[in-house]
């Protein structure tokens, strides 16, 4: 099994994904561990000194200003995790909980939290044991970072609370750390504060988003190409000189994919012009490189975040090198809160488009000599109509989850904390916004590759060929009269969730941006 190694340097969203995603080990390096041990020896030193010092020996918050004797410490560390621990909805997914539980490790392992290595370590062994802490959907305002669902995992590592074993079944996690052989941590000065500050849980959720949006934006540029084919539309539009007066690197990206996918048609440029003459093809189809592209471009820019981020540590306060344990304000999530918020926008804009190309398909008026509705017999069978009532439904749903969380901002801790990010809602609803994108575009996949196939006597791109072959197979049918659309729609749905039909295309065409 792959193997992370942990140092205190940060880590990187290939390493995050396999641990959240694919269960990769965890292990801390000795660089890691040496670092802790440096830092606890501060936390120690000042934990001893009759002066208060933040997090070590006072309270929290607005309840910074007592000191709290050295015979109450171990309890002040407990309590904090247990009242934090206060999320309430729906359990968050499995991957995420694994993500925020390896980046909170992260940051620990920097040296800069004061946290032991024996609690580090224990971080490290729920990870491979396949222990996951239940955390709930509401609970974060994303500053102090994620408190409540970071809370919950900490709540774990103590052998409190419920937890996920890796048999899937919710079990208390003091059974499930005792039959993996791991002793609950007893929290010290400090440690239960360090593993609760933390913009953890929405940097998880936007490297997971950046990877899904990856595959989705290839997707979404092969089906704008097939549904431009099946539209008698022209390629022409995307020379690579035309993109190279406006160079923006995600437009033209997306120009070449569309490109390669339509190399070798015989329907481009096939244009009707007894009857239906056109200079240019619609916005929603000459234009698809210039919103793809500004999509692809958003991604890059929230890349550079997510990478600022991974190499950060991030905790209240910081123990640093000279023995000063400071304050600071860089749990704050707005950096990661904005880009969040971005990406949704964008992919709203993307499933926007999308949904104005497959709705072109099924209108005779628009269609340019397709049946309507890409029906079988218009009248008695109504095609396609309703998916593309779904996938409309599925676009109004995402514009309202484009509304800015980060542009919100709800005063808590009797106002101590009166400037939040709400960067873990904003995470949460892109979630969301991407799982509705996958099925527009599988719905526009379904229309395309259907309409290309009515073309009767033209000959699709190569790629275009492999694509419908390969959705076919994949259990998605072709025309004919109506039948119960539901499982079509699912299966196309699954095949480009898989990224089976960026692979099918590019044994043609080669890799795709």
């Known amino acids: 099994m792959h193997t992370v190694v ?26 890691a561990l040496d670092a802790l041990a440096r830092a606890r020896e501060i936390v120690d030193a000042l934990a001893a000194k009759p002066e208060p010092v933040y997090g070590v020996s006072t309270g929290f918050g607005a309840l910074a200003s007592r000191h709290i004797s050295p015979e109450l410490r171990a309890q002040l560390q407990r309590n904090i995790v247990r009242s934090h621990a206060a999320g309430m909805g729906p359990r968050v997914e499995r991957e995420v909980v694994r993500a925020l539980m390896f980046l909170r490790l992260k940051t620990v392992a920097s040296g800069f939290t004061g946290v032991r290595p024996s609690v580090a370590q224990t971080m490290a062994d729920v ?54 052989g791991i002793e609950p941590v007893e929290l010290r000065e400090k ?26 934006y290839t997707s979404a540029d092969i089906t704008a190409a097939l549904t431009l084919e099946a539209l008698l539309g022209t390629e022409k539009v995307l020379a690579p000189e035309l993109h190279a007066i406006r160079p923006h690197p995600g437009q033209g990206a997306s120009a070449a ?6 190399e070798g048609s015989g329907l481009v440029r096939h244009f009707q012009e007894e009857t239906a003459p056109r200079v ?3 916005y ?37 090198p000279d023995g000063r344990v400071e304050s600071n304000g860089n749990f704050h999530g707005a950096p990661v809160a904005y880009v969040l918020d971005f990406l949704a926008i964008a992919a709203a804009d993307l499933g926007s488009i999308a949904e104005r190309r497959t709705d072109r398909l099924l209108d005779k008026n628009r269609s340019h000599g397709l049946p309507p509705f890409l029906a ?16 409309a439904a599925l676009v109004s749903e995402m514009k309202r989850l484009a509304v800015p969380a980060s542009a919100d901002s709800i005063p808590s801790s009797a106002m101590q904390e009166d400037h939040v990010s709400m960067g873990w809602s904003a995470a949460r609803k892109l979630r969301t916004a991407i799982d509705n994108l996958t099925r527009i575009v599988a719905i526009e996949l379904y229309a395309a590759t259907r309409a290309i196939e009515l073309r009767h006597g033209l000959t699709p791109s190569p790629a275009s060929r492999a694509a419908i072959a390969a959705v076919r197979e994949a259990g998605v049918e072709g025309p004919g009269p109506d039948r119960f659309l539901a499982p079509d729609l699912a299966a196309a749905d699954a095949f480009v969730r898989s990224g089976g039909l960026v692979a099918a295309v590019e044994t043609v065409t080669g890799p795709l941006a």
């Open 127 to 180: 990870l491979n044991a396949g222990i996951t802490p239940v955390v709930h959907e509401y609970g974060s305002l994303g500053c102090s970072g994620d408190l409540a669902p970071l809370s919950h995992c900490a709540l774990a590592l103590m052998g409190e609370g419920d937890a996920e074993g890796p048999d899937g079944v919710v079990r208390p996690a003091g059974e499930l750390l005792a039959e993996a």
């Open 376 to 391: 079988d017999d218009a009248g008695v069978d109504s095609g396609l109509m309703i998916a593309q009532y779904t996938q």
């Open 257 to 262: 994919n569309m490109a390669a996918v339509l």
């Open 6 to 31: 942990v140092g205190t340097s940060g880590t990187t969203a290939e390493d995050v994904i396999a641990v959240a995603r694919g269960n990769a080990r965890v292990e801390l390096s000795g660089e």
């Open 280 to 282: 240019q093809d619609a």
């Open 191 to 216: 440690e239960g504060l360090a593993l609760l500050n933390g913009t953890d849980g929405m940097l998880g959720m936007l490297i997971m988003a950046l990877a899904d949006l990856g595959k989705l």
């Open 284 to 320: 929603s189809v000459r234009c698809a490189p210039q919103v793809a592209g500004a999509g692809r471009d958003t991604m890059a820019h929230a890349a550079l975040v997510a990478s600022r981020e991974l190499a950060s540590a991030v905790d209240n306060p910081v123990v640093l």
